[in-house]
């Protein structure tokens, strides 16, 4: 166990443990975006910054990526930490000025609402920190989306923005998603995403329309599941 402290207060977590999971484990809250427990962390959004001191040196860090080490001090809401995370949000409201989740972010931080930098002109809600990418990858195993571009054009994207044949609709990339930037519609029957259109499956038992036809025959084929078996939704299981 390493032994540390965090906001005056003193705690043990096993080695190799990042910051931002013993403060939450300790009941202190550090704001995030891009850190998601289901996929690799990419450090993108910078708003998990705190300050650890060790011995007479300071730093900032980014909680979700830092490891705790023995006898180190973190603050999370000094000024100084508060003053980085503010400027953090000015750029991420520069970057994606139509996130409805980022403003809200800023407001509770009393962030002035009237943009510090200069809006992008692309007006995307997307912060780059390749969740829904690592979820496709490394949760669903399928690759359907990718990044595309270099510089100011990097964007997320299904591969040459065309119609991808191995997405099958389920949807990991817009739930994971902190901003809200994959558009995804799900009605009754149907779901649109990555410009295709999924038929949805109702459950054999209750007959409501419960996922993507294409979902579960994915599902069937990875695990040897027969499909009859998995066409029943989690409520009537
Ligand atoms: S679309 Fe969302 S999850 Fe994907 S990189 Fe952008 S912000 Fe992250
Ligand atoms: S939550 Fe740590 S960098 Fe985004």
């Known amino acids: 166990m390493v032994n540390f402290i965090i906001d005056g207060k003193k705690i043990s977590a096993e080695k190799g443990t990042m910051v931002l999971e013993a403060a939450r484990a300790n009941g202190i809250d550090i704001p995030t975006l891009c850190a998601h427990e289901a996929v690799s962390r990419s450090g993108a959004c910078r708003l998990c910054v705190v300050e650890m001191k060790k011995g007479k040196r300071a730093k900032i860090v980014t909680s979700c990526l830092y490891p705790v080490e023995e006898g180190i001090i973190i603050e999370t809401k000094n000024e100084r930490v508060m003053n980085v995370r503010r400027l953090v949000l000015q750029l991420l409201m520069a970057r994606c000025p139509e996130s409805d989740v980022i403003r809200d972010l800023a407001s509770q931080l009393g962030v002035d609402a009237q943009p510090r930098f200069a809006a992008d002109e692309d007006k995307s809600k997307c912060i780059l920190c390749r969740s829904c990418v690592r ?103």
């Open 135 to 237: 979820v496709c990858e490394e949760v669903v195993g399928v690759s359907a989306i990718g990044f595309s571009c270099r510089g100011a054009d990097k964007a997320v994207s299904t591969p040459f923005n065309e119609d991808s044949a191995v997405c099958i609709g389920c949807g990991a990339c817009a739930f994971i998603c902190p901003t809200g930037h994959i558009e995804m519609e799900t009605t009754e029957e149907t779901r649109k995403i990555w410009g295709r259109t999924f038929k949805m499956k109702t459950c054999d038992v209750c007959g409501r329309y419960f996922a993507p036809e294409d979902q579960l025959k994915y599902i069937s084929k990875k695990t040897g599941v027969p499909l009859k078996e998995l066409a029943v939704c989690t409520n009537c299981r």
